[in-house]
């Protein structure tokens, strides 16, 4: 017989005295306050009434509360509509916390109404058996709006340019099979010349500019085509669109820019001085001499992240990482690993679920950038992806790319070090190795003699 394992209970896993719960909806939101019974202790009492979420009546509500001695608020996360009551009620000086409305789902074989939802809601919460979402602090969250803005701004401005090049081939007009992309300044010109009235193929050629003028000829083919007034009209209205977008995607990343410049955890460390110059065996090692750097810089050294990728994971993730207790909750919040399913001697991988969509897509680009390096994270991504695919092995990078990322943001003075793309070919146990490289000629019915090389 095997001795009891001691599981530990989480911070949040504690029984609370005096609690609410809000039921969220677009108008209003069911409240649920669970207290000590006055005349029996060791009773519990639940009142129900509704809220409209409007400010006054949620600041109202929040002094209600505060008066009550309530330790406790659960909101559950419906759209968009949880955020008046988190922010008015986390204003007021009460400790609120975001569930999942997954982790809060009522048990089958009761009636589903709003009331009923509420007062399961505030049982879950006296009980501490509800897993808290992670919000960040009010300075993120405004950074957080910038960077998704202009996330979705730059998405526009692509399927800007995708509808030009259709109206380009609709106008019989193939300058995209000669230049890389729309938006170079010689492709920019001759659309330009052509919304003006110039029709001639050899004048938009001499547009060309740089290495474009050694493509004359094929420049001549591509711009002879059928571009009326109707296509120069539609033109100028996407050409005028993409140089909006652009302007306003300018605008949010100097915004953007001076936000985390104000964060004081963002900036460089000075105060710090560390005198281990080992680089360690890990991903984020650092010596002296290169500590100090602000966070942005040093998440930028990671293989793949660029400056605007490391200005959205800090809007997406924070600079506390003690909301995060190791590497492997980032990740598992993240949606990077697979979530496991053990069932008595089977155990088995199930999906990674899906996970903050703008932090897992700039991940998801730096995987790619990286696995395209002769670095670590190249080497990890060419390892993995002969056996499990390409999807697995970008995830399997992604997350690596986590880890690292939570490294550096728990200590400020830490730097990125790469451990080369040789770190496991140096590490392989080269007896073992042979032994099994034998076996497997073996199994296909040939007989080995091995004659060390000289």
Not at 135 to 156: C, F, G, K, N, S
Not at 170 to 180: F, G, P, Q, R, T
Not at 200 to 219: E, F, Q
Not at 362 to 379: N, S, V
Request: aromatic share 4%; glycine share 6%.
């Amino acid at each position: 017989m095997r001795q009891p394992e001691e599981i530990p209970d989480q911070e949040y896993e504690q029984i609370v005295q005096r609690v609410c719960a809000i039921d969220v909806a677009k108008k209003s939101g069911k409240v649920c306050t669970r207290v000590p019974h006055a005349a029996t202790p060791d009773r519990r009492v639940s009142r129900v009434w509704d809220v409209a979420a409007t400010t006054r009546a949620v600041m109202e509500l929040g002094g209600h509360l505060a008066d009550s001695g309530i330790e406790k608020i659960t909101v559950e996360s419906t759209s968009d509509y949880w955020r008046i009551w988190f922010y008015l009620l986390e204003a007021h000086g009460l400790e609120v916390q975001l569930v999942n409305a997954r982790d809060v789902k009522n048990v089958p074989g009761r009636p589903k109404t709003d009331k009923l939802d509420a007062v399961w809601l505030a049982k879950l919460t006296e009980k501490g058996l509800l897993r808290p979402s992670f919000v960040p602090p009010a300075e993120i969250r405004t950074l957080r709006d910038y960077t998704r803005m202009r996330v979705d701004l730059t998405q526009e401005r692509t399927r800007h340019w995708q509808r030009l090049e259709k109206l380009l081939e609709d106008s019989l007009i193939k300058v995209s099979s000669v230049a890389s992309t729309l938006d170079t300044l010689s492709t920019r010109d001759m659309i330009e010349a052509l919304i003006a009235g110039e029709r001639d193929p050899r004048v938009l050629a001499d547009l060309a500019r740089g290495k474009m003028k050694a493509k004359h000829a094929a420049l001549i083919e591509a711009l002879t085509g059928r571009f009326d007034d109707h296509h120069a009209e539609l033109a100028r209205m996407l050409l005028d669109q993409i140089d909006g977008l652009t302007r306003q995607t300018d605008t949010l990343t100097t915004r953007i820019e001076a936000l985390i410049a104000a964060m004081p955890a963002a900036s460089a460390s000075h105060d710090e001085h560390p005198t281990d110059t080992d680089s360690g065996h890990g991903g984020a090692g650092a010596p002296a001499a290169q500590a100090g750097l602000p966070a942005l810089q040093r998440l930028a050294e990671i293989p793949g992240i660029g400056p605007r990728g490391a200005e959205i994971i800090l809007a997406e993730i924070g600079l506390d990482m003690t909301r995060f207790p190791t590497a492997g909750h980032l990740a598992s919040w993240t949606k990077l690993c697979p979530r496991t399913i053990q069932s008595g001697s089977t155990s088995r991988a199930g999906k990674t679920g899906k996970g903050n969509p703008y932090l897992k897509g700039i991940l998801g680009e730096a995987a790619a950038a990286a696995a395209k390096t002769d670095t670590f994270l190249g080497a990890r991504y060419r390892r993995i992806v002969k056996r499990r695919g390409t999807l697995k092995a970008l995830v399997a990078v992604a997350r690596s790319i986590v880890i690292i990322v939570w490294h550096l943001l728990a200590d400020p003075t830490t730097r990125f070090h790469d451990l080369g793309a040789d770190y496991h070919t140096n590490r392989t146990h080269k007896d073992r190795k042979t032994r099994q490289l034998i076996h497997q000629l073996q199994a296909l019915g040939h007989t080995v003699t091995l004659t060390p090389a000289a």
